[in-house]
């Protein structure tokens, strides 16, 4: 029996799929999901794990419309069997009869079979091409052997309809899609860089065999925009097949449209399109939903097959009816264009003008892919005759982009430029938009450098902005900042020499960065000359030296100061549209008001540019790095640590270095504040090296060297502490960088209270605390620091002094986190006691006095000088911890406890 071939017991790893632990003890679970997915390598896993031989019945699509054909395989796997060789012979008898006699014979014959089969677990794969015939027998059949493991494996299901054939308890496993990282590992052989991992991901929707369909076709070497190669497509002609006609044109009205909403699609088809979305919902052809109303493809190769099944004329009829449909002007216009016939010149030119208007407002919007899309098609549609108005559209679109990185617009654009009777200054423009848009990931960077060096004709101007580009990008993505320097210093001299200030005092700027970076003395300089040339041409508003001052204000401590520059600025960023720019300013400011202690204000800002960014499309790793430190700050730890992980993901998948060292360290951190230091150390160690390796010196500008301290002390690594410590302290007093010194003296102060000197640890941090009044929450940090200290010394109650200031400080700034941290910390070094003044920190004792006492918020922020929220958030937690819901019941719980 052993040697049948559908006899399996050495069946292949699954790649990757994850399946709930709990299906793993169940005996009768129902596998499904769309073709490709993994449902057979899944169930064989799962089935590998019951310990006992597998046999596998797997009807194909011949096999459906022929009566009993699943009866039959399961007899002949099992002929040793006397009554499975009987059941084949009924079967026989059977063929072609119809009538009660015969179907009870045939069920008694498969039930007496399955009891009687040697131990094993039964997999019936592929169900959805069962035949009728055979469903309900083997269904009745498998109700009489209860004990028979069974594995069931199919395309569409819905558990919530009831019970399965296989049982009435048959346990639901919809087979989820690969993570990225799965994906990753599946196209290995294929060696992919991360942006075509995240890409292919992407296209696929983490279905393994379309994933691997794929990358065989070469869509691992990085082509633009490729067309789907015949084995995708005829897989994702098998998933498409699952649902009806219907279905079908609905969401191929969904695929011609940029951002396809449900509303939408009811305007188009009428009440239907709930139901039509639910069956497609089913079959996972799109996700079941966000909440904003977003029709989501899983896989975005779903889309690129329903759109390229359609004839030029067919489409151009069902963009006209979602031009109809459209409410927003700009996608209106979108499709207008495109169901325009650009044979007609006249034509052409109307719907160019439309694409140029709409791409305008999507600008304005922030919309930029729609506006890149928008742009492109305007340049595209303008005829070859109107040459500079053609030019002056390709190069909007290359830019347009260049800003969103959709790299394959930006190609498209640059050859409508690069093939007209163009300028150098175009040509050169286009170029380096084109660099622009491609981020890190152009592995043809040099010829483009090259390309674009040729075309600048040997104009000192030209020839400046292309090197100050290379300066970027040496820094960013080759993690040479000494090379980088000497690039933006060389673009200085020619930009200066061509009298071109706008680029000297960008390329001066860069400089500075670099030499901020490296700890060169001269950077302050360096940075003074950016500031004092004047620009004649507008410029990105994150680039300029105004903001560069900024951020060194950030990094030497002085938030105000910062603030004070930083608003101007996104007040010119907001009224340029750049929405790039709008989101580093609102970053910095988050910064700046955390430093400052309004944690409120932080949040917002920090949020804003997280939606902001979100929505441009733009790179997560930047405000993902910001949310991640202000909301751990001001609000949820959880909520911080999953910002954290997605930007270190985003930046690994981009080769952002930058980046990923400050999402690793703002990982770091949260996993210390939160008492995690085992597995704060990874990342920690990570972001030195990164470090290191990018030959980051000043210590000011990423701060990771007091907690890598703290989590090396925490595990019992002191003597590395030390080393950490004593090589960034020196290299701070050698850089002057006060600002970093008196985190790096909490991180001794915890050493020195490590190895028993106590007095030296308080004495330390005491003296750290009041070089920190300005910054309250950092002082509240290091308040908090000195409480365990003062515990460990058995001085209790200066370790309560210390922890009721520190929850003071974090409660009237709100910082939520650390407030509860250091409330915790109070209630251990209190009397043991169960009344509500033991459980109140100071600053909730006091306005839960004021409250009872009948005093307004207003009032009560008044008298304690803080914000109104400040006092509704206190309150807030004050009748949680008392249980209680309106100011009567806490004044009688209040006043006999605090009194």
Not at 59 to 83: I, M, N, Y
Not at 338 to 364: E, K, N, Q
Not at 386 to 391: E, I, K, Q, S, V
Not at 779 to 797: F, P, V
Request: hydrophobic letters at 45%; proline letters at 6%; glycine letters at 6%.
């Amino acid at each position: 029996m052993q040697d049948s071939a559908t006899w399996f017991t050495g069946l292949p790893e699954t790649h990757g799929a994850v399946l709930p632990d709990e299906a793993r003890g169940i005996r009768r679970v129902v596998l499904f999901g769309p073709p490709g997915i993994g449902k057979t390598t899944a169930a064989g896993a799962l089935a590998r794990r019951r310990g006992l031989p597998v046999l596998r019945l797997a009807p194909g699509p011949q096999d459906a419309p022929v009566p009993c054909t699943g009866l039959l395989e399961l007899a002949l796997a099992l002929q040793p069997l006397p009554t499975a060789r009987e059941l084949t012979a009924a079967l026989d008898e059977a063929a072609g009869v119809d009538h009660t006699g015969a179907s009870l014979r045939l069920r008694r014959l498969t039930a007496t079979v399955l009891q009687e089969a040697p131990p094993m677990t039964l997999v019936v794969d592929n169900t959805q091409w069962l035949d009728e015939a055979s469903a309900p027998v083997l269904g009745w059949a498998l109700r009489q052997a209860p004990e028979l493991p069974v594995i069931v494996t199919e395309r569409t299901w819905r558990p919530e309809a009831g019970g399965h054939w296989s049982g009435e308890d048959a346990y639901p496993v919809r087979v989820p899609p690969l993570t990225p990282g799965q994906v990753a590992s599946l196209l290995s052989p294929h060696r992919p860089d991360p942006r075509t991992v995240a890409r292919l991901h992407s296209r696929s929707g983490g279905n393994p065999a379309l994933a691997l369909a794929l990358a065989e076709a070469g869509e691992c070497q990085g082509q633009d925009d490729p067309p789907l190669p015949p084995a995708a497509r005829r897989l994702l002609g098998e998933w498409l097949a699952t649902v009806s006609d219907d279905v079908r044109e609905l969401l191929t009205l969904a695929a011609l449209d940029d951002r396809p909403e449900r509303e939408l699609l009811v305007r188009l088809v009428g009440p239907a399109a709930d139901h039509l979305l639910a069956q497609a919902e089913a079959a996972a052809l799109i996700d079941p939903g966000h909440g904003d109303g977003r029709v989501r493809f899983t896989a975005s190769a779903i889309g690129a097959e329903l759109t390229a099944r359609l004839t030029d004329t067919a489409r151009r009829l069902l963009h006209a009816r979602l031009a109809q449909a459209s409410y927003d002007p700009a996608r209106r216009d979108r499709h207008t264009t495109l169901a325009a016939d650009t044979a007609d010149p006249r034509t052409a030119r109307h719907t160019a003008r439309a694409a140029a208007r709409a791409a305008g407002h999507a600008r304005l919007r922030g919309e930029h892919p729609l506006a890149a899309e928008l742009s492109l098609l305007a340049a595209q549609r303008t005829p070859h005759e109107d040459t500079g108005l053609l030019t002056d559209r390709a190069l909007t679109a290359v830019r347009d982009a260049s800003h969103c990185g959709d790299l394959p617009r930006a190609r498209a654009a640059t050859r409508l430029v690069l093939e007209h009777d163009t300028s150098p200054a175009q040509r050169v423009g286009a170029l380096l938009a084109l660099l622009d848009a491609s981020g890190q990931h152009l592995h043809s960077a040099d010829e483009l450098f090259a390309a674009a060096i040729h075309e600048t004709a040997g104009r000192p101007d030209l020839t400046a902005r292309i090197l100050l580009r290379q300066a970027i990008w040496a820094n960013v993505s080759e993690g040479a900042p000494e090379q980088a320097a000497v690039l933006a210093s060389h673009a200085a001299d020619l930009a200066q020499a061509a009298d071109d200030t706008t680029t000297a005092a960008l390329a001066l700027a860069m400089q500075a960065r670099i030499q901020r970076i490296l700890g060169h003395p001269g950077a302050e300089a360096t940075l003074e000359r950016a500031l004092s040339l004047p620009r004649t041409a507008p410029v990105p508003v994150n680039a300029t030296p105004e903001h560069l001052a900024a951020r060194h204000a950030l990094f030497d401590d002085q938030p105000d100061q910062a603030r004070a520059a930083l608003l101007p600025l996104l007040v010119q960023a907001q009224r340029t549209g750049d929405t790039e720019a709008v989101v580093d300013l609102l970053r910095s400011l988050a910064e700046a008001e955390l430093r400052t202690g309004r944690c409120a204000k932080a949040l917002d800002y920090a949020r804003r540019a997280q939606a902001l960014s979100d929505n441009a499309g733009l790179s997560p790793g930047p405000a993902c790095y910001t949310s991640a430190f202000i909301e751990g700050t001001a609000f949820r730890t959880d909520t911080a640590l999953a910002h954290a992980r997605r930007g270190i993901d985003a930046s690994r998948h981009e080769d952002n270095k930058v980046f990923l060292s400050r999402n690793l360290h703002a990982l770091g951190h949260l996993l210390v504040a939160a008492d995690r230091p085992k597995e704060a150390l990874e990342p920690l160690e990570e972001v030195r090296a990164l470090e290191e390796q990018q030959q980051v010196r000043d210590p000011s500008i990423l701060r990771w060297h007091a907690d890598l301290a703290e989590a090396l002390l925490a595990v019992g690594r002191p003597a590395e502490a030390d080393d950490l410590l004593t090589d960034t302290h020196r290299t701070a007093t050698d850089l002057g960088r006060t600002s970093v010194l008196p985190a790096l003296d909490r991180a001794r102060a915890l050493l020195d209270a490590a190895r028993g000197d106590y007095d030296t640890a308080a004495q330390r941090l005491t003296t750290a605390a009041d070089r920190l009044r300005d910054l309250p929450l950092e002082r509240g940090r290091t308040l908090l620091a000195l409480s365990h200290t003062e515990r460990r010394a058995r001085r209790r109650a200066n370790a309560r002094t210390a922890a009721q200031k520190a929850a003071d400080l974090f409660t009237a700034h709100g910082a939520h986190p650390w407030a509860d941290t250091a409330t915790h910390a109070l209630h251990r070094l209190k009397p043991s006691s169960t009344d509500a003044g033991a459980r109140l920190t100071g600053a909730e004792e006091r306005c839960a006095r004021l409250a009872a006492a009948g005093a307004s918020n207003r009032d009560i922020a008044a008298t304690l000088t803080v914000s109104v929220k400040t006092v509704e958030a206190t309150l807030t937690r004050v009748y949680r911890k008392l249980d209680v819901h309106s100011r009567v019941q806490l004044a009688h719980a209040i006043t006999p406890a605090l009194e």
